[in-house]
């Protein structure tokens, strides 16, 4: 590892990793960004899990946020080889009926479907979608006072529901269905208090910007946003794992793209008894089992939304969804979990040789599991894809143990950096002014476990450095 003295260095090449050091290095501070693994990308990366030439998405698939995000938005990565496909439609929810709702471009196109909930669904959606940059300038980050009071105030009665309470709104299977599907990313029980929040921005943002898949896979975005990084100067090292603060080259400050865990683990001795006391309390979520598939054919879904969208939610009614993510979040694997499901091949010829395609999906299941839930994901989708068991060439698993270690960002197999409850909204890490300081003047976090959370925007680490610019003359930076 390089000796000479840096402004800033960034552990952790994830999206908010990256996110932090192009925001350091535009304002002309010297950034090395340093990565535990041989690539870069944290959950951007893309690798033949199963065989040859059939390209997966390791961890995030398709990226509703990385066109809806303030940050990357703003970023010339197309100049820096980021391309984006856009599937007919962005998601798909079929039924056992042979039916299927779905969230095209088009608000009026997909309420039309819901019949008698259209206006509802009008009602509850559009005003997010009109309103959506200034929504997330307020949203997109960490408590403060709103640029946008009266917009952030309509958004947040809705946004600060449980995801029930807003189905209840709702008559029909379609629309409760569409609704449920969105809301389980939360990953946590429907009945929680701004468990609404995820379903209202993900419609929202899938029909300004639709949920677009990168060309060639999510390494592809880490890619873009590392050759931005390097041509605004900044340096970066693979296959340097940190795992002492002290291994560090000389540094003004540093930031991490880790979760508290981790961060303990790394420089606890630098942090007051209580920080570290609050980072010990921090709660993680539900975690992740996850399937990739090689296939002979697409996958022969019996609606025919369903192969016409990138994203495709399996869970029949909102009934048997709510179900499934309460089941998990208390421990107790759903014997129908709700699987979330992508066919990229379909719409990005690249994924796979000619003639062949990939299928990628995860359902959620109780934190830290081992339990082999692949029986259970390819019942869910045979049970709307008749024959799919059958195209089958090989395929590749990982439990929440097995994703920690992949990456170890995701304890218990959270990938969100810790559960996005109500109690952890705008408090993650710890209850502080500012949640990206630490107890240390010169350490700061800048991972997914800050606000905003999980998700492929770069948010986090965007509000993290700008926080590192506005204490410059503080630390004596520059």
Known sequence: MCKMKYDAIIVGS??????????????????????????????????????PGFKHDVCSAIHPMAMGSPFFSKLPLAKHGLQF???????????????????????????????????TYLKLIQPVVNHWDEIAEDTMGPLSFPSHPFLLAQFGLNAIRSANAIAAKFKTKEAKGLWGGMSAHAIQPLCNWASAAIGLILSAVGHKHGWPIPKGGSQAIANALAS??????????????????????????????????????IAGAEFSSL??????????????????????????FTADACKKAATVHLGNTYQEIESSELSSSQGIHPEKPFVLFSQQSLFDKSRAPEGKHTAWAYCHVPHGSTKDMTDAIE????RFAPGFKDTILAKHRMNTVQMEAYNPNYIGGDINGGIIDLAQL???????ISPYRTSSKRIYICSSSTPPGGGVHGMCGYHAAKTVLSDIYKINLL
């Not at 608000?107 to 019949?115: D, M, P, Q, R």
Request: proline letters at 6%; zero cysteines.
């Open 426 to 432: 705008y408090t993650r890490p710890a209850v502080k």
């Open 228 to 265: 931005y990084f390097i041509s605004l100067g900044g340096q970066i090292e693979t296959g340097i794992m940190v795992k002492n603060i002290k291994e560090l080259p000389p540094h003004r400050v540093v930031l991490f793209d880790v979760t508290p865990k981790q961060l303990i683990s």
């Open 85 to 119: 496909i856009q599937a007919p439609l962005a998601a798909a929810h079929p039924f056992d009926d042979g039916k299927a709702a779905f969230l095209s471009k088009s608000i009026e196109e997909t309420a039309s479907y819901l019949g008698k909930d259209k206006e």
């Open 379 to 382: 019942n869910q989708i045979e």
């Open 275 to 300: 920080y570290k006391w609050q980072l010990e309390r921090y709660r993680h979520g539900m975690g992740v089992f996850k399937v990739d598939w090689a296939l002979s054919e697409p996958t022969p």
């Open 14 to 51: 994830g999206p908010n990793g990256l996110a932090a050091a192009i925001t350091l290095q535009q304002a002309g501070v010297s950034v090395l960004l340093l990565e535990g693994k041989d690539t870069i990308g944290g959950g951007l990366r893309t690798q033949e899990l199963t065989l």
